[in-house]
């Protein structure tokens, strides 16, 4: 980590609120699941996965292709920031750093900022790299057939 905005294993020294837009940016896994459509179901409360991706998500590489531009390209995007974890922790994955640090735990031993490897989120299978559909072309009336189980 040579970005002068991040500090020495932030990540286990500071609350999500403490942390630089740099260590914020890089607390994520990369993972894309937070790309994904989701089905939430009013009565329950219950929220479906799908494999099917924002259409400005690479699907190789689980990265947005256009990341400064997102919320104006995608007017429903939901920008994660730490005020926000609280209501959308139901949502992120499991795995999520985000997530697990606003509940005090620690990064699996794949996150990149353990590995020290960008890919190790792939390797590890916990991205869904290569097994995403984009959504051009779906209708939502469509999307229950693309509920995926297991996405933890």
């Known amino acids: 980590m040579s970005d002068a905005n991040v500090r020495h294993e932030f990540w286990e020294r500071f609350t999500l609120e403490e942390l630089t837009e740099a260590e914020w940016e890089a607390l994520c896994d990369g993972c894309g699941k937070c790309c994904l459509l989701k089905l ?10 799908t494999n099917v991706a924002c259409r400005l998500l690479d699907r190789e590489t689980c990265r947005c292709t256009d990341y400064p531009n997102r919320k104006a390209k995608v007017p429903d995007c939901v920008i994660i920031r730490p005020e926000k ?3 959308i922790r139901y949502w992120l994955p499991e795995t999520c750093a985000y997530r697990l640090r606003a509940d005090g735990q620690p990064l699996a031993d794949w996150h990149p900022l353990i590995s020290g490897d960008p890919k190790s ?16 072309g779906i209708s939502e009336d469509d999307l229950e057939d693309y509920v995926i189980e297991g996405f933890e």
Do not use: C, F, P
């Open 40 to 49: 939430e179901d009013w009565d329950t409360g219950e929220v479906a996965m």
């Open 85 to 87: 974890i609280a209501d």
């Open 121 to 136: 989120v792939h390797r590890a299978g916990i991205s869904l790299a290569g097994r995403l559909v984009s959504e051009d």
